[in-house]
T-cell receptor
Framework: GAVVSQHPSWVICKSGTSVKIECRSL??????MFWYRQFPKQSLMLMAT?????????EQGVEKDKFLINHASLTLSTLTVTSAHPEDSSFYIC????????????FGNGTRLTVT | SQKIEQNSEALNIQEGKTATLTCNYT??????LQWYRQDPGRGPVFLLL?????KEKRKERLKVTFDTTLKQSLFHITASQPADSATYLC?????????????FGKGTKLSVIP
């Protein structure tokens, strides 16, 4: 089946630093990748939609200058949390699709970010 | 306003029984609805997709129904096992156009007691 690899699985950083999270589709070409954030006992909240070779589309309320998304190839998207603050601590999950109509999303295993 | 509600935050069930989880939505007209399983500290895993013109879908011990009149989907696990313990998420396409930009419910945490 389709595999999406997300790295790192967890990271602890100091306030003010930047953190990069990678999302790779291992056995298919992902025309579109999505980035979600999930707080404890809450649903996945879509942050942005990323299409290969174009700028990401951010959901309302998500700061594009703080959450930089790059989708440079059909198998790799990165999310960089810039100038991280403790309130950015969360579980970040990427997903990918090959773009087929009604196809399910394939998720990475998430990255637990803790900002101290 | 648009809402997806999974009626129970948590559901405990005895092993061997059938677990039934509910997903209700308001002010959406989705082309399809999907169910995912999420284990602690992991990303969701796709289970089943049911389209608006389908009433029922099955996969092994799983069954999903979709009632667009009631705006409700039911997710059943028959002969439940402790290994089925997880959080189950429903998700739909808010655009109604069959896109893969999904909106998720908060999930129901299922615990199957041996």
């Amino acid at each position: 089946g389709a595999v999406v690899s997300q790295h790192p699985s967890w990271v602890i950083c100091k306030s003010g630093t930047s953190v990069k999270i990678e999302c790779r589709s291992l056995d298919f070409q992902a025309t579109t990748m999505f980035w979600y954030r999930q707080f404890p006992k809450q649903s996945l909240m879509l942050m942005a939609t990323s299409n290969e070779g174009s700028k990401a589309t951010y959901e309302q309320g998500v700061e594009k200058d703080k959450f930089l998304i790059n989708h440079a190839s059909l198998t790799l998207s990165t999310l960089t949390v810039t100038s991280a603050h403790p309130e950015d601590s969360s579980f970040y999950i990427c997903s990918a699709t090959a773009g087929l109509y009604n196809s399910p999303l394939h998720f990475g295993n998430g990255t637990r970010l803790t900002v101290t | 306003s648009q809402k997806i509600e999974q009626n129970s935050e948590a559901l405990n069930i005895q092993e061997g029984k059938t677990a039934t989880l509910t997903c209700n939505y308001t002010n959406y007209s989705p082309a399809y609805l999907q169910w995912y399983r999420q284990d602690p500290g992991r990303g969701p895993v796709f289970l089943l997709l049911i389209r608006e013109n389908e009433k029922e879908k099955r996969k092994e011990r799983l069954k999903v129904t979709f009632d667009t009149t009631l705006k409700q989907s039911l997710f059943h696990i028959t002969a439940s096992q402790p290994a089925d313990s997880a959080t189950y998420l429903c998700a739909l396409d808010p655009s109604g156009a069959g896109s893969y930009q999904l909106t998720f419910g908060k999930g129901t945490k299922l615990s199957v007691i041996p």
